[in-house]
């Protein structure tokens, strides 16, 4: 793990340049890292000032983001392509200029409910979309990364199994994939095998528990997660993300389906999963230990 990091909208929905200030102030105060926004839109934020503050706690940042039925790279529409190669082509050049290190989420595909199966067009259309945009992100020093999620936020990626056939239809070095343990364990027959699986093709990696709250509250096996992790020796990092309408507005409560509160105050959330993040890790690292000398 490089750095453990935290999603912002554990702090604020992200409306606000005094939210986004207030987040990383909260993300350094907890002794977490690296923080993970929303894409954050230049004309509505000073990015500028963002960035110095950045630079002033030392903490890095990472962006995510999902694309719409508007500007869906794997469309079937010339037009809305077209729409969304220049969204990920902007999306980049933002996470350049405040001074992040990674594009990351649901890239690939407009991030909702789908009403029809994924076609080969479509496919076909969001590869080579995802294509040029890891050499547009290669050149700005931003790492891409594809969040694989489950069936009700995309038809394209559900699985590891398809990212990595995804990422080597793209041809590209600089793809790689973003794993998250609450999409994971919806869809994966074995977690820990699709990250063993995935190896070193993996850029990113959620932990999230199964009912979006407190880690350790669900039916999420954190000790073969974090196993597998170890076993892989995956050195990037790892960000805690959980969501309540208490903190995000109604758009991502509905898509994300944020029906009830597992949380309502974020300070005792984020303190807590740091703690039990850094415990898992290091009984994965005792436990790799172990049997290696026994």
Sequence with gaps: ??????????????????????????????????IEFAYLRPELFDLDRLSAKVRSLDVEIGVTMGLGLQNDV???????????????????????????????????SAH??????????????????????????????????????NRFESNLLNTTAQGLKFIADTGSDHVRLHLDTFHMNIEEADPAAAIRLAGDKIGYFHIGESNRGYLGDGV????????????????????????????????????????????TE??????????????KYAEAKRRRQTNRTA
């Design 112 to 149: 909702t409910k789908y009403g029809t199966l994924p076609s080969v067009d479509g496919w076909k259309n969001s590869v080579e979309a995802i294509a040029e945009a890891g050499e547009i992100a290669r050149a700005a020093g931003v790492d891409l990364v594809l969040e694989v999620v």
């Design 1 to 34: 793990m490089r750095r453990l990091g935290i999603h912002s909208f554990v702090w604020t929905g992200g409306q606000t340049q005094e939210g986004l200030e207030m987040a990383l102030e909260k993300t350094a105060e907890h002794g977490y890292r690296t």
């Design 74 to 108: 794997s469309s079937t529409d010339k037009d809305i392509v077209a729409r969304g190669k220049q969204t990920l082509a902007d999306a980049i050049k933002a996470v350049r200029d405040i001074g992040g290190n990674k594009l990351g989420g649901i890239l690939y």
């Design 220 to 263: 999420i096996n954190f000790d073969r997660t974090f196993d597998a992790l170890v076993e892989i020796d995956y050195s990037r990092d790892v960000v805690f993300e959980s969501f309540s309408t208490a903190v995000v507005d109604e758009g991502l409560s509905l898509v994300c389906g944020i029906w009830r509160d597992t949380w």
């Design 266 to 279: 974020n300070d005792p959330l984020a303190a807590h999963a740091k703690q039990f993040i850094e415990l």
